[in-house]
């Protein structure tokens, strides 16, 4: 029995001599005549029972956070590297080689809130290569800089990782630094000085997640490690010893957060339709529909369209995601394609009444006018939120100032409930769903920074909007409006020209006009017509032309 435990002693020890000198000959990581405080670190620790030596798979996303192991950067030569800790995410990709026990690694770490905004960049990626030692659960990586290896493994599986790739469709769409940005400026990065001048190293401990962490029947595993920095000339460290804390991700969850998120966004076009359909009941007469803003109404129908193109491409980006993100983007197209665009074309014509009869050539002329101007300012826009795409949470709120023109049009015509309660209240919450998802909750798939006051400012401003369009639907389009600054308005309850002869019959109920009755019953119009109160506000919602000469009438 002592023998036999000997002999097992012996192999072991064997066996890791071997490994280690395979490995140390398979990429030298660091001259062994000099200490490190890494490997003391490392190989310091107390070793984790992991039970027989199966290779484990680490191939996969780790987020995490990574901190200052001396609290604060202490080295003089990066002092850029101001912030004491932040948020990280670790890409390894392994594959095996012909040496038992050792995997060969790539892939890249993302240090999120590095630097200050001096150089206007958030983060920093380094890619790395190295050797995960399976039977000791040992990760070593050292800074790749793509000249000499071969990174196709990482490209393939970058590629195909939908946490990687909806990473980076939300930040080059809705984040301020966006990763490619990152990328193409770091020739004048510390990043770039870093990499010249220092040999950036990690050494790593692989563990599997804990119970908590660990859901369903794939495995989790935990990274806890150092990355040091020793200057090139031996000259003292480049900034001082991080320590890197990751754990993997549980792709189900994030499959189940982005299939929930395309539902809600189906949810909310569904109640869209229901409230647009309610709408335009409320406008269906001519009068009806004048009185809305087709500036409004082309302003949602753009935002449908530019959401509908987004979840469109995030589905074709990621092809495990497509079904869910089709169906969000199917929905959008149907909001402003079918409904949206139907609504612009009744208001436009509603708003030329005089051009209906003037052949089928010129009514062709201007809609190709109007879907021109349409899709005009839909590519347009296309290209200011791609130059100024650092503004693009203003370039936002500007989108939602959607109900400012319709306001600006009741004040102006003067109009009289031009849109249904239900559906200012409604739009205005609706609107509202997308952003505060991407924008305010903290655990949303796309991984966007929150900002809680940027929330709070865009449902007051939406807000604000919809109670001066509720204050105008039940006390008047100008009520908040000094008398002073008003236009002189067409009293139709003035005086009788008695000199005047003119019929006593309105010709809308075909009945007798008692004069002798409070002048409040009886309406006459510029052109000296008289009608009952009710009668001619009933044919204004209809019309806005003279019953009896159809002369074009003022707003009542």
């Known amino acids: 029995m002592k023998k036999s435990n000997l002999g097992l002693g012996f192999f072991l020890c064997l066996l890791s001599i071997l490994v280690t000198q395979q490995a140390n000959g398979l990429r030298p990581i660091r001259d062994t005549s000099r200490s490190s405080w890494g490997d003391q670190w490392l190989f310091g620790k107390k070793e984790v029972s992991s039970g027989p030596f199966s290779p484990w798979n680490i191939t996969g996303t780790y987020r995490g956070t990574w901190k200052f192991q001396d609290t604060v950067n ?17 890409e390894l990709v392994t594959s095996p080689t012909k040496i038992t026990g050792v ?81 193409s400026k770091q020739k004048a990065s510390p990043i770039h000085e870093m990499e010249k001048h220092c040999n950036i190293e990690i050494a790593a401990q692989i563990s599997r997640a804990s119970s908590t962490q660990n859901s369903g029947d794939k495995d989790y595993f935990h990274i806890e490690g150092l990355m040091e920095s020793p200057a090139v000339d031996d000259d003292g460290d480049c900034f001082s010893p991080l320590l890197l804390n990751a754990t993997s991700i549980n792709v189900e969850v994030y499959y189940n957060k982005a299939v929930n998120y395309t539902l809600m966004v189906t949810f909310v076009s569904f109640l869209q339709v229901l409230l647009l359909i309610r709408q335009m009941e409320h406008s269906n007469t001519q009068s009806g529909a004048a009185k809305v803003s087709i500036v409004m109404i082309g302003q949602q129908a753009i935002m449908d369209s530019y959401l509908c193109l987004l979840h469109l491409t995030a589905g074709i980006l990621v092809e495990s995601l497509f079904n869910a993100f089709a169906t969000a983007a199917f929905f959008k197209f149907v909001v402003f394609s079918i409904f949206e665009m139907r609504y612009l074309l009744a208001i436009w014509k509603a708003t030329r009444p005089s051009n209906s009869g003037e052949g089928w050539e010129t009514m062709r002329r201007e809609l ?52 249904h309660p239900y559906y200012i209240l409604g739009m205005t919450v609706t609107r509202l769903a997308i952003p505060l998802y991407v924008f305010g909750c903290p655990k949303n798939f796309m991984r966007v920074e929150t900002s809680k006051a940027w929330c709070i400012g865009l449902c007051a401003f939406i807000g604000f909007q919809a109670a001066v369009l509720l204050l105008q639907h039940y006390f008047g389009s100008r009520c908040f409006v000094p008398r002073k600054m008003l236009p002189e308005k067409y009293n139709y309850y003035r005086r009788l020209d008695h000199d005047v002869n003119r019929s006593r019959d309105c010709v809308i109920c075909m009945a007798t006009i008692d004069l002798r009755r409070r002048t409040n019953d009886c309406m006459v119009t510029p052109c000296e017509h008289l009608f009952h109160s009710g009668c001619l506000q009933r044919w204004t919602d209809i019309k806005m032309e003279c019953p009896t000469c159809r002369r074009t009438l003022p707003p009542a």
Not at 74 to 89: A, C, H, L
Not at 139 to 165: I, Q, T
Not at 383 to 398: K, T
């Open 103 to 183: 995997h060969y690694v790539q892939g890249a770490v993302v240090f999120h809130d590095v630097f200050d905004n001096e150089h206007n960049v958030g983060g920093a990626q380094i890619k790395v290569e190295g050797v995960y030692i399976w039977p000791f659960r040992q990760l070593r990586l050292v800074a790749n800089s793509g000249k000499n290896g071969d990174s196709g493994l990482e490209d393939d599986y970058l590629l195909s990782n939908p946490y990687h790739l909806l990473g980076i469709f939300s930040s080059q769409v809705l984040q301020e630094s966006p990763r490619d940005r990152i990328m």
């Open 74 to 90: 202490s080295s003089s030569k990066f002092p850029d590297f101001r912030n004491q800790n932040g948020n990280s995410v670790i």
């Open 368 to 419: 190709s006018f109007l879907y021109s101007r349409f899709y005009g300012i839909l590519l347009g826009g296309i290209l200011i939120m791609y130059e100024l795409h650092n503004y693009m949470r203003w370039i936002l709120l500007v989108m939602y100032s959607f109900w400012i023109p319709q306001i600006v049009a009741n004040v102006v015509r003067d109009s009289r409930k031009p849109l």
